[in-house]
């Protein structure tokens, strides 16, 4: 069973920076794409970036393009999302998502899902 364990939410002020990191295990690290996804309260759930088994692909939301990047580590099981110039609209909890076989790493129909982390972006 794969778990996967997100860290490195908190409180930052606008146009700051965060990491976000995400641990994986339970299952070969490489074998899976992955994504993070944010969720505000009272929206649903969206999509923020995402990354293929090997790294040599990723997709961002337009939201995201040009300020976060995606990234992973295959010899550390672990998927980074590095946040930068952070506005008080990028306030939600950070999850991420494994999936072995997903055709669209931009919908949410990954297999798993760690239980997320907050960020909240003062103005």
């Known amino acids: 069973q794969v778990q996967l364990v997100e860290s490195g939410g908190g409180l930052i002020q606008t146009g700051g920076s965060l990491r976000l990191s995400c641990a994986f295990s339970?299952?070969?690290?490489?074998?899976?794409?992955m994504g993070w996804f944010h969720q505000a309260p009272g929206n649903e759930r969206k999509f923020v970036a995402a990354?293929?088994?090997?790294?040599?692909?990723?997709y961002y939301a337009d939201s995201a393009e040009g300020r976060f990047t995606i990234s992973r580590d295959n010899a550390k099981n672990t998927v980074l999302l590095q946040m930068n110039s952070l506005k008080p609209e990028d306030t939600a909890v950070y999850s991420c998502?494994?999936?072995?076989?997903?055709?669209?790493?931009?919908?949410?129909?990954?297999?798993?899902w760690g239980q997320g982390t907050q960020v909240t972006v003062s103005a």
């Open positions: 998502a494994a999936s072995i076989d997903v055709d669209d790493l931009t919908g949410d129909d990954y297999e798993y």
């Open positions: 339970g299952r070969p690290f490489r074998s899976y794409a």
């Open positions: 990354i293929n088994w090997s790294g040599s692909k990723t």
